[in-house]
T-cell receptor, first 113, second 113 residues
Framework: KAGVTQTPRYLIKTRGQQVTLSCSPI?????VSWYQQTPGQGLQFLFE???????NKGNFPGRFSGRQFSNSRSEMNVSTLELGDSALYLC????????????FGNGTRLTVT | KQEVTQIPAALSVPEGENLVLNCSFT??????LQWFRQDPGKGLTSLLL?????REQTSGRLNASLDKSSGRSTLYIAASQPGDSATYLC????????????FGPGTRLSVLP
């Protein structure tokens, strides 16, 4: 079974631009969560999508948004990039219940210059 | 607000030693707790998931315990190997049913041959 796939692996953007990251969950998984990982703040929850609906949202500004498609693939978008958005963005999938472990992708490393 | 801490921040041991990693959380109202490992530049790999009604889980050389009332979990690694070198993170999920896990900062483990 293929794991969680995130594309691209690396991105370099300049301040003010916007960026879209993609996540393909494990086949059959309907929940996709997004996390931001930085050296200073560690891993922080961004949002979770289940069956194309946002089920939970973390404490990030509205510049961070996401969506999920009918095939469970998910995208997150960051608009008006700031230097502080430089981070490793990780997505995780589960079947959708709350007793299954999170399966993470290898992340997208975003650098904002 | 839930906060998760991990002690120690870093640990270096010779191969073959048994070791314990600690995780503490401030709010005992959790749904479940997971332990992960993260290799440099990679995503997280789920090691063990303990539901709030359980006291421990075992997988191979790993054993995780949960004491919800005291807000503590431990990860025991038996007969450590160089391949166990990684950062180990614990995470707790809220009782409100969601994948919005709160992560600890991690323990960086080095097992020396």
């Amino acid at each position: 079974k293929a794991g969680v796939t995130q594309t691209p692996r690396y991105l370099i953007k300049t301040r003010g631009q916007q960026v879209t990251l993609s996540c393909s969950p494990i086949s059959g998984h309907r929940s996709v969560s997004w996390y931001q990982q930085t050296p200073g703040q560690g891993l922080q929850f961004l949002f979770e999508y289940f069956s194309e609906t946002q089920r939970n949202k973390g404490n990030f500004p509205g510049r961070f948004s996401g969506r999920q498609f009918s095939n469970s693939r998910s995208e997150m978008n960051v608009s008006t990039l700031e230097l502080g958005d430089s981070a490793l963005y990780l997505c995780a999938s589960t079947p959708g219940d709350y007793n299954s472990p999170l399966h993470f992708g290898n992340g997208t490393r975003l650098t904002v210059t | 607000k839930q906060e998760v801490t991990q002690i120690p921040a870093a640990l270096s041991v010779p191969e073959g030693e048994n070791l314990v990693l600690n995780c503490s959380f401030t709010d005992s109202a959790i749904y479940n707790l997971q332990w992960f490992r993260q290799d440099p530049g990679k995503g997280l790999t789920s090691l063990l998931l303990i539901q709030s009604s359980q006291r421990e889980q075992t997988s191979g050389r790993l054993n995780a315990s949960l004491d919800k009332s005291s807000g503590r979990s431990t990860l025991y690694i038996a007969a450590s190997q160089p391949g166990d070198s990684a950062t180990y993170l614990c995470a707790v999920s809220p009782p409100s049913y969601g994948q919005n896990f709160v992560f600890g900062p991690g323990t960086r483990l080095s097992v020396l041959p």
